[in-house]
């Protein structure tokens, strides 16, 4: 059952981070608007008189949107692989294996999205994300080991 359901997580995922991508680049960028202009908004409650570039912001926002997406993907997908049965470094060699091709449909998929297109560095922050995500788990496995 654990399996079934670690692996329907990722599922999931992968099916919120197609929808998020298959968006048209008008929808979506309004999307990450709304995003930054709350950001700024409560920016602005810590610093009045900071001056916050809103284009500059939905840009630094966007690709962290890309970083932490995947961050997530690839502890899901180390998850049901461990859930699975696979361990050590194999889970987190195939962990990465599958959240970077992921990621790199993804991309080839946003070809054929309205005003959308494939980006290596967005692959690139992807992956970054997915390394991330891995790192951060090993840690706490790693950290929560050692306490018993």
Known sequence: MNKLLAWGAVLLWCV???SLSAQPAAV???LS?????????????????G??????????????????????LGILVLNALRQSG??????????????????????????????RGAHVRDVLIDSAGV???LGGYFIICWVWNRRE
């Open 51 to 72: 001056e916050l570039n809103i284009g500059r912001l939905n840009h630094i926002v966007r690709k962290n949107a890309h970083f932490f997406l995947y961050l997530i």
């Open 33 to 49: 608007k709304g995003v930054t202009e709350a950001m700024i908004e409560h920016a602005e409650k810590v610093v009045p008189d």
């Open 16 to 18: 919120l981070i197609f």
């Open 28 to 30: 979506s960028n309004e």
């Open 86 to 115: 696979k361990k050590g470094k194999g889970a987190y060699a195939l962990a990465l294996l599958i959240s970077v091709l992921y990621s790199m449909t993804d991309e080839f998929h946003q070809l054929y999205v309205a005003g």
């Open 131 to 133: 390394v991330v995500g």
